[in-house]
Each structure stands twice: as structure tokens, then as C-alpha cells.
């Protein structure tokens, strides 16, 4: 299985910039494709950005333009840019690797956009 552990998650003031990240370990040969969820506190979870093997990049609309996704595969880690962040991006952000069984989970990362 698949172990993911997320970090630069912060409070940050709108128009401001994160960058997240997601190491991923274990059964890494297993992973088709990873991204990034956000939940915010009373909402359904929806996903935001998606990168497969062959480096497709799939965003969420209200993203597109302001968010990157890449991944680094020497380091077995993808990476959320945030740009131009606005406080409806706040919630908690969550890593997600998808492979033939299903996928797993990072335990999240609170990012708080607010002036």
C-alpha cells in the first residue's frame, strides 16, 4: 500500500501563494495517477488537481489558471502550487494516489486563506 504525508499547509492572506506537498511511499510502482482534494467545513470534497504517469494534468475550474500541479519522481513527491489564492480555497487539502486496487489518502493539510 501506499503511504502519503502532506506539508506546507498555512494561513495565508488572498492573493497570496502555497506550495504543497505529497511524499509518497511504499507501493509506489502501483500508482497510476495523484492529486490533491480540498474539503472545506460543511462542503463535499472535490477535487482539484490530478497528474497521471504520462504527466496529464486535470484542474478543477475555479483553479485553472491559478493552480499547478507537477510531480518530482526522483523524490516520489507531487506538489500543489497555489497562486492568486482566494478565501473559498480555504479548507483542508488532501494528497490521493489512485492504482489498480483503488487508491489511498494523505491525512490533509489545513490551508486558511484570510486577510
Known amino acids: 500500500q501506499v503511504h502519503l504525508v502532506e506539508s506546507g499547509g498555512g494561513l495565508v492572506q488572498p492573493g497570496g501563494s502555497l506550495r504543497l506537498s505529497c511524499a509518497a511511499s511504499?507501493?509506489?510502482?502501483?500508482?497510476?495517477?495523484m492529486g490533491w482534494y480540498r474539503q472545506a467545513p460543511g462542503k463535499q470534497r472535490e477535487l482539484v488537481a490530478a497528474?497521471?504517469?504520462?504527466?496529464?494534468?486535470n484542474y478543477l475550474d475555479s483553479v485553472k489558471g491559478r493552480f499547478t500541479i507537477s510531480r518530482d519522481n526522483a523524490k516520489n513527491t507531487v506538489y500543489l502550487q497555489m497562486n492568486s489564492l482566494k478565501p473559498e480555497d480555504s479548507g483542508v487539502y488532501y494528497c490521493?494516489?489512485?492504482?489498480?486496487?483503488?487508491?489511498?489518502w494523505g491525512q490533509g493539510t489545513q490551508v486558511t486563506v484570510s486577510s
Open positions: 490521493r494516489s489512485w492504482d489498480g486496487s483503488g487508491g489511498s
Open positions: 511504499g507501493s509506489i510502482f502501483s500508482i497510476n495517477a
Open positions: 497528474i497521471t504517469d504520462g504527466s496529464t494534468t
